[in-house]
Nanobody
Framework: QVQLAESGGGLVPAGGSLRLSCIAS????????MGWFRRAPGKEREFVGG????????YYADAVKGRFTISRGAAKNTMSLQMNSLKPEDTAVYYC?????????????????????WGQGTQVTVSS
């Protein structure tokens, strides 16, 4: 029973920046991974990035690597997605997600349950 709430979406010109925030509530623990997925119009959901519940290592999709940065807040139930150098193809509904990192996990395996909990999404539109 984890509830997630995203905020910070909006309209931004290409090359601009936007910062999304997520707050998790409910039964969430320090070993929970948190991250972001997105869905562009007419397309499948895709992984954007995540932060491990084991060691706070971050992982990113190739499409956003070097442009997007995920970080936790002072409390591990908060997370932000800093998006820089935005492109029109980044236009999508962005979803905060969370799930337990499996015991003894390492690497991408720590994000294996990132789909367990979803927020309602926040719209990001990048104009050209």
């Amino acid at each position: 029973q984890v509830q997630l709430a995203e905020s910070g979406g909006g309209l931004v010109p290409a090359g601009g920046s936007l910062r999304l925030s997520c707050i998790a509530s409910g039964r969430i623990f320090s070993n929970y991974a948190m991250g972001w997925f997105r869905r562009a119009p007419g397309k499948e959901r895709e992984f954007v990035g995540g932060i491990s519940g084991s060691d706070d290592s971050t992982y990113y999709a190739d499409a956003v690597k070097g442009r997007f940065t995920i970080s936790r807040g002072a409390a591990k139930n908060t997370m932000s997605l800093q998006m820089n150098s935005l492109k029109p193809e980044d236009t999508a509904v962005y979803y905060c997600t969370a799930g337990e990192s499996p015991p003894g996990c390492s690497g991408y395996g720590c994000l294996g349950h990132l789909n367990d909990n979803w927020g309602q999404g926040t719209q990001v539109t990048v104009s050209s």
